[in-house]
């Protein structure tokens, strides 16, 4: 039997589930990404399985101006994910606070932490990188 994990928008409109995630996660502290989650870090995985079970018509996306895509609930405005410039919605990186569950995910990095804001402090216990994404 395979374990499936759902989550939502804030709304309830946009329903998911996914199979699993990638082993590597992380918290990403662009200006993008903290002004898309309104919060001091985004924190977004990579997932296996993925089946949108309601709310597919409520989906919108932001192609930003270096072409990367967020998605978000077009209803509550929940910010659901990212994929890079060009990618179909299937390779979309879930945020992994729309999850209504716990996870089976282990945050392993902090990336762009050059651009995190002044009152926010970085994990003393992860692998920081400034400027670029960990490989």
Known sequence: ???KYKGTCLCGSITFSVEGFSEQAAHCYCSMCRKFHGAAFG?????NGL????????????VAPNGTIRTFC???GS??????????IEEIELAIASF?????????????????ANWCELQNDLPAFGDERKS
């Open 1 to 3: 039997m395979t374990t």
């Open 43 to 47: 924190t977004l995985v990579a997932v």
């Open 51 to 62: 089946k949108w079970l309601s709310g597919v018509d409520q989906l919108k996306d932001y």
């Open 74 to 76: 077009n209803t509550c």
């Open 79 to 88: 910010s659901l994910g990212f994929r890079v410039a060009d990618a179909p």
């Open 100 to 116: 209504d569950e716990d996870i089976p995910v282990n945050i392993d990095a902090q990336i762009y932490t050059k651009y995190k």
